[in-house]
Nanobody
Framework: QLQLVESGGGLVQPGGSLTLSCAAS??????????TIWWFRQAPGKEREGVS?????????ALRRSVKDRFAIFRDVAKNTVYLHMTSLEPDDTGVYYC???????????????????WGKGTLVTVSS
């Protein structure tokens, strides 16, 4: 069973920055080379939406259009952790941010992908003055 633990959320003023972490563990010998990782978010009263992803090879990423110039996804294979670095945060970025994973090989990933088998419990990001 793969476990995903998000951290790094909090309250930030508009224009501020946060970096979220998604630490993956569980299978003996597991590495990020075994899984594609996505970041999703869900704002109050709204549907969950994909924000970003990075494939198992680490050579393909995707970002939601509304965050493309403000967010970045990257990973530390040695720490089995994927990060979402968020800058110029806006109130519309408020929500619970989840990471999700799919075991296997992907050439590409997209923010509209579905069917991930593993999910974290989320970390709350609140952008407010």
């Amino acid at each position: 069973q793969l476990q995903l633990v998000e951290s790094g959320g909090g309250l930030v003023q508009p224009g501020g920055s946060l970096t979220l972490s998604c630490a993956a563990s569980g299978f003996p010998g597991f590495t990020l080379g075994d899984a594609t990782i996505w970041w999703f978010r869900q704002a109050p009263g709204k549907e969950r939406e994909g924000v970003s992803c990075i494939n198992n090879g680490g050579d393909a990423t995707a970002l939601r259009r509304s965050v493309k110039d403000r967010f970045a996804i990257f990973r530390d294979v040695a720490k089995n952790t994927v990060y979402l670095h968020m800058t110029s945060l806006e109130p519309d970025d408020t929500g619970v941010y989840y990471c999700a994973a799919e075991i296997g090989t992907r050439v590409l990933c997209g923010v509209n992908d579905q069917g991930m088998n593993y999910w974290g419990k989320g970390t709350l990001v609140t952008v407010s003055s």
